[in-house]
């Protein structure tokens, strides 16, 4: 099997996700596509089945030894970590989105090694973007080095989260936005995780908290964190889930206002 270094590793994993992208516009294009509900309540289309078969085909070709974790073939390993080298796929970040004509929809494919998260791809074929980060390679959007923003009070700062599929499952977490609403300049809700997570990355926002899975968040996690943003958890991470792959309670920021913006919704979790 070839040795790959972390530049050639990202440089197939953005091929792959811009191949996967092309599929995603001819779907939308051609509306060639079914909808049905997994669970109950969260949608899912054949183009994501479709594309995340492609992308699986097209990893396991070049890296045959390796594990992969995706949304539509195999979620069942969310919280199996003990994989050496995985690869880490959501093929339609954004499937609303996708389904509904919208425009915030994304191709996410990470890799970790060791528990340690190192590649991360985030195409958005309707944007004509692509985010690329690679451990010690920097971030990029479509080949421009990006930076998060210069932010450095919660009430000038932009933040996005997300909210569950189950209903019962938001008012939990309405204390929260009550206090991003009061104490931030606004909040966004765009549907893609990963895209929410690349635009803290270059500066487009400010901050970003929400509890996802680990196809959501593990590429645009290291774009984030390559580009100096930081990432991290409100809550503690368990000792048997690398913290890279550990979806819940996430927090990504600008430096200079995360321990305030953690500081924020904790206190919120507290009042609740």
Partial sequence: MAAYSLKERLDIAQSIA????QMILKARD???????????????????????????????AYFPDEDQLSEELSPEQALDASAPKL???????????????????AVSIGWVEDGVAKVGVVHAPFLQETF??????????????????????????????????????RDA??????????????????????????????????????SVSPWDFVAGWVIAREAGALVGHLCDVPEEVPEDLYAQHLLV??????????????????RA
């Avoid at 690869?87 to 989105?97: C, E, M, R």
């Fill in 87 to 105: 690869w880490v796929v959501d093929p339609i970040d954004g499937t609303v989105n996708f389904a509904q004509g919208l425009r915030h929809v």
């Fill in 30 to 60: 051609e509306q060639s596509f079914s909808r049905r509900y997994k669970a109950g309540d969260e949608l899912v289309t054949d183009t994501d089945v479709a594309v995340d078969r492609f992308i699986s085909d097209q990893l396991a």
């Fill in 173 to 210: 977490l309405l204390p929260r936005l009550a206090a991003v609403l009061a104490n931030c300049r606004d909040i966004r809700r765009n549907g893609a995780a990963a895209l929410d997570i690349c635009d803290v990355a270059c500066g487009r926002l400010d901050a970003y908290y929400e």
């Fill in 132 to 169: 690329t980060g690679g451990q010690g390679l920097g971030a990029h959007c479509n080949q421009q080095v990006i930076q998060p923003s210069v932010a450095s009070e919660l009430s000038r700062s932009l933040v996005a989260t997300g909210f569950p599929y189950q209903r019962a499952a």
């Fill in 18 to 21: 811009e191949q996967a992208g």
């Fill in 253 to 270: 920021s600008t430096p200079a206002i995360y321990s305030a913006m953690k500081a924020l919704l904790l206190d919120a979790d507290s």
